[in-house]
């Protein structure tokens, strides 16, 4: 639960100080091998209210169905949501309650697999319904209840983990998340044979330096640290952060852990790490914090199935016009191989939500969507990207 609650705050911490916009603009010439279409979609509800107040973050999006799942934990109430044809299709009630009990403690996240079980996601605590909606395993994150490779004293595995689409394992991170502990590396649990694999990755120190905190007083504390992305593919594990033009790539054949690094000609390649650090004010908290979200930052790898591409977006306050400072657009594409295919300016008057790109987002027919907050209506910013071979 406190790990879930870190989050939820963290969510807000990077979200703050930003209306998102509306946008709907027709197709924008970027260059003469990139071009997109921009625009709103609506989901059709009927007379239902679908679950947002948890910004579809409890949700999992099914590439195979073009279906988006979405949760409310404390009901078990699933919404079944058709992104093609952009309607609320149908509702599934999970129990709560009794041998088939979706809720423990309290369920923060499901996935839909490829062969139709659901898992739902609770701290250190999986539960596998199969496509009747019976119970028929639970796991827990802990030495005893694994085999395999056993997790340091004091560390653990974080709940917030990733499940594949065949839902042969789970990925998440693992290491001390106390105040000033350190993430280890990622945690892989195959589900099958409840096995555990620690693969060791040095990337917290470098990492932590982009942390801006104020001290309150003795013992309280806030902080803004960047974010960090899983992104599963196949067997394989990637890792991505907020701060830095990178990613670490887990081949699972190899058992190797590959860096690789890239070079953006439009935006800086990292944050700066320049961030005062005896701040003991929430108004300077709070202005440190804003030059830190407007310095580069790097969002979460989406998968396009279909088209095997990696799309990614990213942004930086161009302050080259001191009158008139404005956000910097990018969106890179990567090959399947996560080598930099390109990379495109958006248009200027083109903002894609969020700060920390920390919304909802996911690849739907080469389309990529983004959460769009509205009061009591769900709907996304769908931006198309059309790329011709150069």
């Given at each position: 639960?406190?790990?879930?609650?870190v989050l939820?705050?963290?969510f807000m911490?990077?979200?703050?100080e930003?209306t998102?916009?509306?946008v709907?603009?027709?197709?924008?010439?970027?260059s003469?091998?990139?071009?997109?279409?921009l625009d709103t979609v609506?989901i059709e509800?009927?007379?239902e209210?679908?679950?947002l107040e948890m910004?579809l973050?409890?949700s999992?999006?099914s590439?195979?169905e073009g279906?988006l799942?979405?949760?409310?934990?404390e009901?078990?109430r699933?919404?079944?949501?058709?992104?093609e044809?952009?309607?609320?299709?149908?509702?599934?009630?999970y129990k709560?309650?009794?041998p088939?009990?979706?809720?423990?403690?309290?369920?923060?996240?499901?996935?839909?697999?490829?062969?139709g079980?659901?898992y739902?996601k609770?701290?250190k605590?999986?539960h596998?319904?199969n496509?009747?909606g019976?119970?028929?395993d639970?796991y827990?994150?802990?030495?005893?209840?694994?085999?395999?490779?056993?997790?340091p004293f004091d560390?653990e595995?974080?709940?917030l983990?990733?499940?594949?689409d065949d839902g042969?394992y789970l990925a998440s991170?693992y290491g001390?998340f106390?105040?000033?502990?350190n993430?280890l590396?990622?945690?892989?649990?195959n589900?099958?044979?409840?096995s555990l694999k620690?693969?060791p990755i040095?990337?917290w120190?470098?990492?932590?330096?982009y942390?801006v905190t104020?001290?309150?007083?003795i013992?309280?504390?806030?902080?803004?640290p960047?974010?960090k992305f899983?992104l599963?593919n196949?067997?394989?594990?990637?890792?991505?952060t907020s701060?830095?033009?990178e990613?670490?790539?887990?081949d699972a054949?190899?058992?190797?852990v590959i860096?690789?690094k890239?070079?953006s000609?439009?935006?800086?390649?990292?944050?700066s790490?320049?961030?005062?650090e005896?701040?003991?004010?929430?108004r300077l908290?709070m202005y440190?914090?804003k030059?830190?979200?407007?310095?580069?930052?790097f969002?979460?790898?989406?998968?396009?199935?279909?088209?095997?591409l990696?799309?990614r977006?990213?942004r930086?306050?161009d302050?080259?016009?001191?009158q008139?400072?404005k956000?910097?657009?990018v969106?890179?594409v990567?090959d399947e191989t996560?080598?930099?295919l390109?990379?495109?300016r958006l248009q200027?008057?083109?903002?894609?939500i969020?700060?920390?790109f920390e919304?909802?987002?996911f690849?739907?027919?080469?389309?990529i969507?983004?959460?769009?907050?509205?009061?009591?209506e769900?709907a996304?910013i769908?931006l198309?990207?059309?790329?011709e071979?150069?």
């Amino acid at each position: 639960m406190k790990q879930l609650c870190v989050l939820v705050l963290l969510f807000m911490i990077a979200s703050c100080e930003e209306t998102p916009v509306e946008v709907q603009l027709a197709a924008a010439n970027v260059s003469p091998e990139f071009n997109y279409v921009l625009d709103t979609v609506f989901i059709e509800a009927g007379e239902e209210q679908i679950y947002l107040e948890m910004d579809l973050n409890m949700s999992d999006y099914s590439a195979r169905e073009g279906i988006l799942y979405n949760l409310t934990p404390e009901s078990g109430r699933v919404e079944v949501i058709n992104m093609e044809t952009l309607k609320l299709d149908s509702i599934i009630n999970y129990k709560i309650q009794g041998p088939n009990s979706v809720k423990q403690y309290f369920p923060f996240g499901l996935k839909k697999t490829l062969f139709g079980n659901t898992y739902f996601k609770e701290y250190k605590v999986l539960h596998k319904l199969n496509s009747e909606g019976k119970k028929i395993d639970s796991y827990e994150f802990i030495n005893r209840k694994l085999s395999g490779d056993r997790l340091p004293f004091d560390t653990e595995i974080d709940g917030l983990g990733e499940i594949a689409d065949d839902g042969s394992y789970l990925a998440s991170f693992y290491g001390n998340f106390k105040i000033g502990g350190n993430v280890l590396g990622i945690a892989k649990i195959n589900l099958l044979d409840r096995s555990l694999k620690l693969i060791p990755i040095d990337f917290w120190d470098e990492l932590k330096q982009y942390t801006v905190t104020v001290d309150y007083d003795i013992g309280k504390r806030n902080s803004s640290p960047e974010l960090k992305f899983l992104l599963l593919n196949g067997p394989d594990i990637i890792l991505s952060t907020s701060a830095s033009n990178e990613l670490w790539y887990y081949d699972a054949e190899s058992g190797k852990v590959i860096n690789k690094k890239y070079h953006s000609q439009i935006t800086a390649d990292k944050k700066s790490g320049k961030y005062r650090e005896d701040i003991t004010d929430q108004r300077l908290f709070m202005y440190w914090v804003k030059r830190k979200n407007d310095e580069v930052t790097f969002g979460p790898l989406l998968k396009d199935h279909k088209a095997q591409l990696f799309y990614r977006y990213s942004r930086e306050l161009d302050k080259s016009d001191p009158q008139k400072p404005k956000y910097v657009y990018v969106l890179t594409v990567f090959d399947e191989t996560l080598e930099q295919l390109n990379e495109y300016r958006l248009q200027d008057n083109i903002p894609i939500i969020g700060k920390y790109f920390e919304e909802k987002t996911f690849v739907h027919k080469g389309s990529i969507y983004s959460y769009l907050k509205r009061k009591n209506e769900l709907a996304f910013i769908r931006l198309k990207p059309s790329i011709e071979n150069e």
